[in-house]
């Protein structure tokens, strides 16, 4: 069967939404990456670069940015960026990207991040086509246990609500903060909360074999943290640092 047709009748709107999200998801996988044969370390490396500007810019974001203290309290923080939309009848969103958690119980430094995937339906407001960057802030001490699993959906698995904005927000005058994740997105320089409810955050294996040169967990990485932190992660890590300091 031809590959158009085959896509056509897999969307025919009598499928299942749920099926047609994937079917949409995995295909904008697949031309993803056909259209870009860049090496998958090469890849790699320029995730987690492009997150560490990222987090380089919600640092010198104005008053209207993620509040400090909910850095400086984050047990984990993921970045995701250039998170694309891709519409057929319904949206679709995908984006790579990585997370990173503290170390020795949530009182230590970074430990070494893990490149995650984020895909999903057409959560939040709609941008038209522009890529956003998201950031997840996992607040409480038992949050790592979601990143461990093979996949986790926000909003089903785990409570996720957008978090709030402001340098000077309080955690007493937000029920968001009842939230074991909240959500970001940056869209033209500017932060924002955005839902992310029926995302599916996924390890991504491959690319973590790739980054640190042999077969290793995420429960080595995000829980244990003994695994020495790659060159390439290395801005993402100094960014994070200096992001929740």
């Keep these: 069967m031809d590959a158009d047709v085959w896509l056509v009748c897999c969307c025919e709107k009598e499928a299942p939404l749920q099926s047609r999200i994937w079917i949409m998801t995995l295909v904008f996988v697949l031309v993803s990456s056909a259209a870009f044969p860049a090496d998958l370390s090469e890849k790699v490396a320029d995730r987690l670069f492009e997150a560490s500007k990222v987090l380089d810019e919600l640092v010198n974001a104005p008053d209207g940015g993620i509040?400090?203290?909910?850095?400086?309290?984050?047990?984990?923080?993921?970045?995701?960026p250039g998170v694309k939309k891709l519409a057929l009848g319904f949206g679709v969103r995908y984006g790579s990207g990585a997370v990173s958690c503290r170390k020795d119980q949530g009182k230590g430094p970074w430990g070494p991040p893990s490149i995650i995937t984020l895909g999903g339906g057409s959560f939040g407001f709609q941008v038209g086509?522009?890529?956003?960057?998201?950031?997840?802030?996992?607040?409480?001490?038992?949050s790592i246990r979601y990143l461990l699993r093979d996949k986790v959906t926000l909003?089903?698995?785990?409570?996720?609500?957008?978090?709030?904005?402001?340098?000077?927000?309080?955690?007493?005058?937000?029920?968001?903060?009842?939230?074991?994740?909240?959500?970001?997105?940056?869209?033209?320089?500017?932060?924002?909360?955005i839902s992310l409810g029926g995302a599916v955050v996924r390890p991504d294996s491959a690319a973590n074999k790739t980054l640190y040169k042999r077969e290793v967990t995420a429960k080595e990485l995000l829980e244990e943290g003994n695994v020495m932190v790659p060159e390439a992660a290395d801005k993402f890590i100094q960014a994070l640092t200096r992001s929740g300091s």
């Design 67 to 80: 509040p400090k203290n909910l850095l400086h309290n984050a047990e984990c923080v993921a970045v995701i």
């Design 155 to 193: 909003g089903a698995d785990v409570e996720a609500a957008a978090g709030p904005i402001g340098r000077a927000a309080s955690a007493e005058t937000s029920v968001s903060f009842r939230a074991e994740i909240l959500t970001y997105s940056r869209s033209r320089g500017l932060f924002g909360g």
């Design 129 to 142: 086509g522009q890529a956003i960057d998201v950031v997840m802030l996992l607040m409480r001490p038992d």
